[in-house]
């Protein structure tokens, strides 16, 4: 009796295998549907769209809980692309969420700054450098333009000029090589 019970399990045992060596390879997952958002979006961690940032956002949408068209600094591409993952219409943005306006990097008035470092904790993307009581500066490449640095700062020493191109960037170096 115990032989014919080890005997079945064996020979389960070998049929399960067999099974799964016939078995398709599984699929590989496809990233899900939040993280294809997400990936969609600027990144500017600004929270324009009600929400603490782009990857919220993206889950609100992915779990149809948020419209496709509250991200402004994404604008009417952002929306068109969201769209075409979606399989849905494209849509104007929503103006309650803001306007689509230029790129921005913050800048700080060097000589008016008295390193109170609220900025800093303000930065989502760690783009401000500075320590208590030591001007700050902004590393023009790591900020995002959210501007959520500029209404903390006491001595209103913050603005956001449109971040320039390439192009200009480099002729701005050059001409201020040439007057060094
Ligand atoms: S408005 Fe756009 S860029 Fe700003 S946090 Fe929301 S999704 Fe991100
Ligand atoms: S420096 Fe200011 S504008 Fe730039 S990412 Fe940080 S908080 Fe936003
Ligand atoms: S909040 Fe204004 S004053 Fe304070 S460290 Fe930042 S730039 Fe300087």
Known sequence: MIATVCL?????????????RLAPPAPVPLAP???RIDALLPQTQCGQCNFAGCRPYAQ?????EADIDQCPPGGTAGVRELA???????????????????RAVALIDEAVCIGCTKCIQF???DAIL????VMHSVIADECTGCGLC???CPVDCISLPPALS????LAVAQAGLRSA
């Open 8 to 20: 079945l399990v064996v020979l389960a045992a070998l049929f399960v295998l067999a099974l799964h």
């Open 33 to 35: 549907l939040a993280e």
């Open 60 to 64: 609100a949408i992915a779990a149809g």
């Open 84 to 102: 075409r993952l979606l399989g849905r219409e494209p849509k104007p943005l929503n103006p309650t969420h803001g306007r689509e306006t230029p």
């Open 123 to 125: 930065c989502p993307v």
């Open 130 to 133: 500075g320590a208590p009581q």
């Open 150 to 152: 500029v209404a903390p």
């Open 166 to 169: 390439p192009v200009a960037s």
